[in-house]
C-alpha cells in the first residue's frame, strides 16, 4: 500500500514537472541583430511575454536569414517553421492590401502615430479578412521613407531622370510620379549600386543609414515624407491555438497597442540614429524643401494615394478611417 501511495505522488510529482516546461515559440527574425528594433523592441518584449506567462511561455528570437528571408517569412510562418516572424509588408502587398494604407506618401509624420492608427483600424475589422491565417502581433511603420542622392536634389526638376534604388511598389511608384526613375532591389543591394553608379539615390528611411552604411555613398538626404514601410509583427493562429490559457493570457495582454508602442519608439531611435551619424559625417548634407517645394511633391504623390484607393478593395473607406484616425491622434484623442 505504501509502495503504491510513493508511486502515485512521485508520478504526480513528474507530472507537475513536466506540465512546468514552457512552451517555446520560433520568432523569426530576418534582419540584423544590431539593429535597434532588435534591442529595444524584440528582445525586451520577448522577455517581458516570458516574466508575465509565469513559465509558460518562451520565445527563441532567430535574427539573420537562418529561420526565414524577407521574402519567404510568411510562408515559414504559415507551414509551421515559426511561429513569429517580422514581415516587411510592402513585400507581400498584394496579400495585405488594405493595411498598406499606413505606407501611402504624406499620410503620416512619425512611427508612432502611424502604428497606433493601423492597430486601431485592425481593431475595428477593416483589415480582418487579411489575417485569416496569422495574427498581428504589432502593427508598426517605418515612416518618412525619402531619397539620399549622390547630387543635390533640392526640387523636382532636380529629380527628373534620377535613377532611384526602390525595394518597394509605392516608393517605386512615388519616384515615378516625381519624375525620377525607380530602379527596384533589395536593400542590402543600394550600396553597391550607389558605388557603381548604377543608381543615383536610394529610396529609403533613416533607419537605412546605418546597417546598409548609406552615408558612406551619398551626401545629400531630403527629409520629407514619400512613403512608409510596413513591418508586421506576425504570429501563426495555429501556434496561439495550442497555447495554454495562461501564455494566450499574455500575448492578448502585451501583443497589440504595447508591443506596437515598443516597435515605434525603437523605430524613431533609428531615424535619430541615422540622422545623427549622418550629420557627423563631414560633407553631408540634409535637404529641408522649401514648403511651396514640398507643396507641389505632395500633391503630384497624391495619384499614387488615389489609385491606390480606386484598386483596393473598400479603399476609399479605409484611408477615410485612416486618416480620421491619424487626424484623431494628433487633436491627442
Not at 532636380?158 to 509605392?170: C, I, N, Q
Amino acid at each position: 500500500m505504501k509502495l503504491a501511495v510513493l508511486a502515485a505522488a512521485l508520478f504526480a510529482a513528474g507530472t507537475t514537472a513536466a506540465s512546468a516546461e514552457p512552451v517555446q515559440l520560433k520568432y523569426a527574425y530576418p534582419g540584423a541583430p544590431q539593429a535597434l528594433i532588435y534591442t529595444q523592441a524584440m528582445v525586451p518584449w520577448t522577455e517581458e511575454v516570458k516574466a508575465a506567462s509565469d513559465g509558460t511561455l518562451e520565445i527563441k528570437l532567430f535574427p539573420g536569414m537562418a529561420l526565414a528571408t524577407p521574402q519567404n517569412v510568411l510562408d515559414r510562418i504559415q507551414n509551421g517553421v515559426a511561429d513569429m516572424g517580422y514581415m516587411l509588408v510592402g513585400q507581400f502587398a498584394d496579400q495585405f492590401r488594405r493595411s498598406t494604407v499606413a505606407m501611402m506618401p504624406y499620410e503620416s509624420r512619425n512611427p508612432q502615430e502611424a502604428a497606433l492608427a493601423n492597430w486601431r483600424l485592425y481593431e475595428k475589422g477593416l483589415f480582418a479578412d487579411e489575417f485569416a491565417r496569422v495574427m498581428p502581433l504589432a502593427m508598426p511603420v517605418f515612416t518618412n521613407m525619402s531619397v539620399h542622392s549622390r547630387k543635390p536634389i533640392h526640387t523636382m526638376a532636380d529629380l527628373k531622370g534620377v535613377k532611384v534604388a526602390s525595394m518597394s511598389r509605392t516608393m517605386s511608384e512615388v519616384i515615378d510620379k516625381l519624375g525620377g526613375t525607380p530602379i527596384t532591389m533589395p536593400p542590402a543591394d543600394f550600396y553597391s549600386s550607389l558605388q557603381r553608379g548604377t543608381v543615383d539615390a536610394a529610396g529609403i528611411g533613416w533607419p537605412g543609414i546605418a546597417p546598409f552604411k548609406l552615408n558612406e555613398v551619398t551626401t545629400y538626404h531630403i527629409q520629407t515624407s514619400l512613403t512608409g514601410e510596413g513591418a508586421h509583427q506576425i504570429m501563426s493562429r495555429d501556434s496561439y491555438a495550442k497555447l495554454p490559457d495562461k501564455a494566450k493570457r499574455t500575448i492578448d495582454k502585451l501583443g497589440g497597442l504595447h508591443y506596437s508602442k515598443m516597435y515605434a519608439d525603437a523605430i524613431a531611435a533609428m531615424d535619430k540614429q541615422g540622422i545623427d551619424m549622418t550629420n557627423a559625417v563631414p560633407g553631408q548634407t540634409i535637404v529641408n524643401l522649401d514648403p511651396a517645394e514640398e507643396a507641389r511633391w505632395k500633391a503630384r504623390a497624391e495619384a499614387v494615394v488615389n489609385e491606390w484607393a480606386a484598386k483596393t478593395p473598400d479603399g476609399p473607406k479605409v484611408l477615410a478611417a485612416y486618416r480620421a484616425e491619424i487626424a484623431a491622434i494628433r487633436a491627442g484623442k
